[in-house]
């Protein structure tokens, strides 16, 4: 069956970067992008962006330009999410979610990876 | 706030129906993009309920439906059960935000 799994939780002071991993399988990795979403405590979920595994294109979501940078090794099924520049507003879970396409559902997610910043 | 706008609860009594609203504009839902809508238990992952606007997954119970018209679209869930209280998000794409998959703010559900 189709399961993403992510890299465990992180605690970072403020300033650092985080790198979050998210392990395909079940599916043919190159076939669909991978998102990543992120939830502060009891709020709303927020895209950050999309890769391609196969082209390793990206897209960002404007409040995290020049902050974020998506990635892959399509080697091992995974793909890489790093935030610099943390602050405490950061501080939330961060999932992966897969799509067939720009304008399609996510239809499969990870658990999702809690990041804690702070001082 | 969030591009796409859902009452922030709704509560219904089991058995009953209740409907829950995302309103969009005219640079996503009034174009023409798909409205996907997503439940989250408590603690968990979200998981796709609609998507393409009226599509149930495999698994879905059909008491979960979509629609969609101009600039909005609803999700309704009939014959409401206790395990349906949880977090519901709807999603579509805004070509104003160059390429951004936009959510809603959420819809608390409580079963009363």
């Known amino acids: 069956q189709v399961q993403l799994v992510q890299s465990g939780a992180e605690v970072k002071k403020p300033g650092a970067s985080v790198k979050v991993s998210c392990k395909a399988s079940?599916?043919?990795?190159?076939?669909?992008?991978i998102n990543w979403v992120r939830q502060a405590t009891g709020q709303g979920l927020q895209w950050m962006g999309w890769m391609n595994p196969k082209s390793g294109n990206t897209g960002y979501a404007q409040k995290f330009q020049g902050r974020v940078t998506m990635t892959r090794n399509t080697s091992i099924s995974t793909a890489y999410m790093e935030l610099s520049g943390l602050r405490s507003d950061d501080t939330a879970f961060y999932y992966c979610a897969r799509t067939r396409g720009w304008r399609k559902d996510f239809d499969s997610w990870g658990q999702g990876t809690l990041v804690t910043v702070y001082s | 706030q969030s591009v796409l706008t859902q009452p922030p609860s709704v509560s219904g009594a089991p058995g009953q129906r209740v409907t829950i609203s995302c309103t969009g504009s005219s640079s996503n839902i009034g174009a023409g993009y798909e409205v996907h809508w997503y439940q989250q238990l408590p603690g968990t992952a979200p998981k796709v309920l609609i998507h393409?606007?009226?599509n149930r997954p495999s698994g879905v119970p059909d008491r979960f439906s979509g629609s969609k018209s101009g600039t909005s679209a609803s999700l309704a869930i009939s014959g409401l059960q206790p395990e349906d209280e949880a977090d519901y998000y709807c999603?579509?794409?805004?070509?104003?935000?160059?390429?951004?998959?936009?959510f809603g703010g959420g819809t608390k559900l409580t079963v009363l």
């Open positions: 393409d606007n009226t």
């Open positions: 999603q579509s794409y805004d070509y104003m935000l160059s390429g951004s998959r936009v």
């Open positions: 079940g599916y043919t990795f190159s076939n669909y992008d």
